[in-house]
């Protein structure tokens, strides 16, 4: 069986930890190459995870025939210069989310992407693949909870690094991009709409610039949103979505375990179920979905729109905190 040969541009702790050693084990995906601006950074990751090939910069990385598709998780802000640099050395693209730093730089992506329509690009929204998600769609368009109204979603770490990227405002850190793109996304995916108008509060870290804390309404006209986030809270995720007859409540939404079930709660009028999925890497979904579509040549599930509408509300989001107002959504 044919499995395409991946390569990651950057030695991203997400990468190196998490992303490229469950693509390792995909049925579809056969990483083969890493590229750091430190030589030194590559060839020891590459040592690391038993990768054959260590670049010695990125561009030597897409120059490599060998290499088929290519895993952006650099810094934000060079999210779409290397995803385009990608697409026009004639390789597919999984890129790490946000997908830019806001939504006319994601459209400038978008538009790229459509001067090579036989290339895959996808932002990694890797919360998309796991098989939790696609239940509670399943339950959600059962009736089992009846209309939706409600979503709420609380998603913080704490980290307080100066030198993290996540804390670097020209690399486009702050709590709203790095995680608060999460409650926007799967409220637009619950929902199957974009929100009308968002309202957000936003607590500025005086040394770092950026949002530490967020909170926002997404209003969709027939149901509410709201989010907490922060970068500087204690660790917690967590979702529940109410409906007219009932709600479900995610244990751990956005990072199940690899090593126990995922576990989700039913609760309507027919009692409280509690409900646990069989063991699965949502990376490894993930890199195997893009490269079946690869494969097969299908459309990805998460097309670039998508991407660039999840940005135009970040967007206006941003707009709101600096407006103090409700900001309404073109």
Known sequence: MRKIRWGMIGTAKIGLDTVLPAMQKGQYSQVIGIASRSPEKAQAAAARLGIPKA????????????????????????????????????????????????????????EAARQYPNLKVMEAFMYHHHPQWHL?????????????????????YYLVDPNAIYNSLEMGGGALMDIGCYAISLSRLIFGSKPQRVFTAMDIDPQFKTDRLIAGILDFGRGISTFTCSTQLFDLQRVDIMGTHGQIEFELPFNPPIDRPARISL????????????????????????????????PVSTPLEDSVANMAVIDALFESAQKSTWVKII
Not at 67 to 91: D, M, R, T
């Open 55 to 110: 670049y010695n910069s990125y561009e030597e990385l897409l120059a490599d025939p060998d290499i088929e598709a290519v895993y952006n998780p650099l810094p934000n802000h060079l999210h779409v210069p290397w995803s385009i640099k990608a697409l026009e050395a004639g390789k597919h693209v999984l890129c790490e989310k946000p997908i830019g730093m806001n939504a006319a730089d994601a459209h400038r992506l978008l």
């Open 267 to 298: 609760q309507n009028t027919k009692g409280t179920h509690e409900i646990e999925l069989d063991l699965c890497d949502q990376y490894t979904l993930q890199g195997d979905h893009f490269s079946k579509a690869i494969l097969d040549d299908i």
């Open 136 to 156: 509670v769609q399943q339950l959600l368009k059962n009736g089992e909870i009846g209309e939706i109204r409600s979503i709420h979603t609380f998603f913080n």
